[in-house]
């Protein structure tokens, strides 16, 4: 029972390019978000879904895209990288009673 | 004003101290409330949820002000592994597992 995947661990990309981030549960939960954490802050939220085939925007979503066909995976979609989005990306699963659970956290950089 | 806001620190206590935090978050109307520690480039882990009658788990103990809006966390004989950031989060009121995160605190116990 691995809980929260999240691939690749660490990533460089250079301006433009675009890539995603995997995130694979397999605790069967609905509920699943993505967040973003700059150096020194909290965390902030960009997506999130409540089930397969539902997706709804958090607090800064520009720049990024999601998709959730399958309970188990919830990808998020960077277009055209930009500097701004140099961070530590976290996916993280809803336990019940708004309990999260986090997985390792995807670091990226954008030169 | 910050919706959770935070002491960022740091708190630099020895072994066996007693520490607390504060937090204080600006929507009345916000539901849950929970403390995750983070240590250095991990992900968050939920600490403990945070009752309005207060709640202890071990050394820690935390407490909700619902009047003055605001949430402690105390911990108590601290051990070196006590060392990490600790984060204020509370949720939506309107949005279900919609979390809203503190900047956080950063606690390092020495010997």
């Known amino acids: 029972n691995a809980g929260v995947t999240q691939t690749p661990k660490f990533r460089i990309l250079k301006i433009g390019q675009s890539m995603t981030l995997q995130c694979t549960q397999d605790m069967n939960h609905n509920y699943m978000y993505w967040y973003r954490q700059d150096p020194g802050m909290g965390l902030k939220l960009i997506y999130y879904s409540v089930g397969a085939g539902i997706t709804d925007k958090g607090e800064v979503p520009n720049g990024y895209n999601v998709s959730r066909s399958t309970t188990e995976d919830f990808p998020l979609r960077l277009e055209l990288a930009a500097p701004s989005q140099t961070s530590v990306y976290f996916c993280?699963?809803?336990?019940?009673?708004?309990?999260?659970?986090f997985g390792p956290g995807t670091r990226l950089t954008v030169l | 004003r910050k919706e959770v806001e935070q002491d960022p620190g740091p708190f630099n206590v020895p072994e066996g101290a007693t520490v607390a935090f504060n937090c204080t978050y600006s929507?009345?109307?916000?539901?849950?409330f929970f403390w995750y520690r983070q240590d250095c480039r991990k992900e968050p882990k939920l600490l403990m949820s945070v009752y309005s009658s207060g709640n202890e788990d071990g050394r820690f103990t935390a407490q909700l002000n619902r009047a003055s809006q605001y949430i402690s966390l105390l911990i108590r004989d601290s051990k070196l592994s006590d060392s990490a950031t600790y984060l204020c989060?509370?949720?939506?009121?309107?949005?279900?597992?919609?979390?809203?995160f503190g900047q956080g605190t950063i606690l390092t116990v020495h010997p």
């Open positions: 989060v509370v949720t939506s009121s309107t949005s279900y597992g919609k979390l809203t």
């Open positions: 993280a699963i809803d336990s019940g009673y708004n309990e999260q659970f």
């Open positions: 929507n009345s109307a916000s539901q849950s």
